[in-house]
């Protein structure tokens, strides 16, 4: 769990190439170049400009303000491991402590102040809960449906990379083995999978 957040904070963002689509010719993914005029620099389809971090990112899904840093290509995959397995392990306590917590609940005159600090525990960990299996559900549902988060803020269609078959694929890997540790194996980083 704590990997996972060590490698979000310690990863590169994803920046977009410096010498992308500087080719004659067509744009690589086929469409229109896009051009961002504060960075100088052609874009590849999903990267955006962050205006706070004043840059652009290759698959950039939003920024932070938690954690003062952007969620983008080589970035969400740790996020996402993180987010999901704070869930996991809060869902674990509130299952591990239900029965001990309904002992000492439905018995306040043997109550001692451990038993109330276990009350209180459990209760924030049910908010931990709640919060992150939201935030779960709700980015693994738009990781499964192909969008980000400013895909889905701007009513945009997603508009997969070539060679791609999802997004899952895309941030996880096509190995089973890659999905559940923070690390990029051999499918390596989504940025690097750009063609310039």
């Known amino acids: 769990m704590f990997w ?11 920046n977009v190439p410096p010498y992308f689509g500087m080719a004659l010719g067509s744009s690589p993914e086929g469409g229109k170049k896009r051009y961002c005029l504060v960075c100088h620099v ?3 389809s999903r990267s955006y400009h962050c205006d706070s971090c004043g840059k652009c990112f290759v698959y950039l899904d939003h920024h932070s303000t938690l954690f003062d840093r952007c969620i983008a290509a080589d970035n969400k995959k740790f996020l996402l ?12 306590i509130t299952i591990s402590f239900r029965e001990y917590i309904a002992e000492i609940s439905y018995q306040p005159e043997t109550r001692t102040a451990e038993g109330t600090t276990a009350i209180v525990l459990y209760g924030l960990n049910l ?12 980015y693994f549902g738009l990781l499964l449906k192909n969008r980000s988060f400013i895909e889905y803020t701007t009513n945009q ?7 791609e ?5 895309l941030y996880f890997g096509s ?3 890659e999905w559940f540790m923070p ?10 999978r750009l063609e310039s």
């Open 175 to 177: 190995s089973l083995l």
């Open 183 to 192: 690390i990029y194996g051999k499918s390596g980083k989504p940025s690097d």
């Open 42 to 44: 052609f874009k590849p």
């Open 165 to 169: 078959s999802n997004d899952f694929t």
């Open 4 to 14: 996972s957040l060590i490698q979000f904070f310690l990863s590169p963002i994803g």
């Open 81 to 92: 491991l993180f987010v999901g397995y704070v869930t996991l392990f809060s869902l674990w």
């Open 127 to 138: 908010i931990v809960l709640g919060f992150f299996s939201a935030y779960s559900v709700f």
């Open 157 to 163: 269609s997603a508009q997969i990379p070539e060679g």
